[in-house]
């Protein structure tokens, strides 16, 4: 069974997004994401990657793992646009606060001295306040990922991402029996997966 992009399940809280982001400072972070029962991804990404990621939620969805994007939000784009940071803040705590886990996508264009993103760190240090899993997936273009990913998952190409959704899905299927059957069938997805220049993600991803 496939997994779903759990956005669209929240998207009527973003329609105040000031009234969010007051509920937000009230939370109980004691309360960590990872006491949801199933594992959901916050795929954190600059605005101008967006492309890419929805590749890679459509990849992870595949493996019936359900994922957090919300690429093309309007009332986010209108935040964004006028620079509210308490509304772009808001946006960004509902969809870490309902994922078990944050994946950061970074490319050499979100991670350059020039164009480098302002929310992607934030969303990164607000996830693992939450308790989230936190993990880093390095795009071909990027050479390296910043010093202060180097103590989280480290992701280098299709083969760790596969280790890594591997890992989502036992994680998975210990915290929920009855999802074995789920947990087989992605599992056997990701097995038959081939790391070369036809795999759907070889365009932003090394191969190996």
Known sequence: MPGINKYFEF????????????????VNFSYASTKLTA?????????????AV???????????????????????QAAVAINDHRAITAAIDLGVANSTDLLAFLTKNSMSKESSSV??????????????????????????????????????????LNDYLR???????????????NYVSGLAGILKETADSTHPLSAYLEIH
């Not at 998207?11 to 009230?26: C, D, I, S």
């Not at 493996?63 to 986010?76: E, Q, R």
């Not at 890992?167 to 059957?181: D, G, H, I, Q, T």
Request: proline share 5%; hydrophobic share 35%.
């Open 167 to 181: 890992e989502v899905l036992k994680r998975e299927s210990e915290s929920k029996p009855m999802s074995f059957s």
């Open 39 to 51: 594992p959901c991804i916050f795929l954190s990404h600059r605005s101008t990657d967006k492309e």
């Open 54 to 76: 929805r590749k890679i939620g459509e990849y992870i969805m595949k493996k019936g793992i359900d994922v957090f994007l919300d690429a093309d939000d309007p009332n986010l």
């Open 11 to 26: 998207k009527a809280q973003y329609r105040n997004l000031h009234e969010a982001f007051e509920q937000r400072k009230a």
């Open 119 to 160: 929310w992607v760190p934030y969303e990164i240090g607000f996830a693992k306040r939450h308790g989230n899993y936190i993990a880093a997936i390095k795009s071909n273009d990027l050479e390296t990922l910043p010093s202060y990913l180097e103590i989280v998952r480290s992701i280098t190409g299709i083969e760790t």
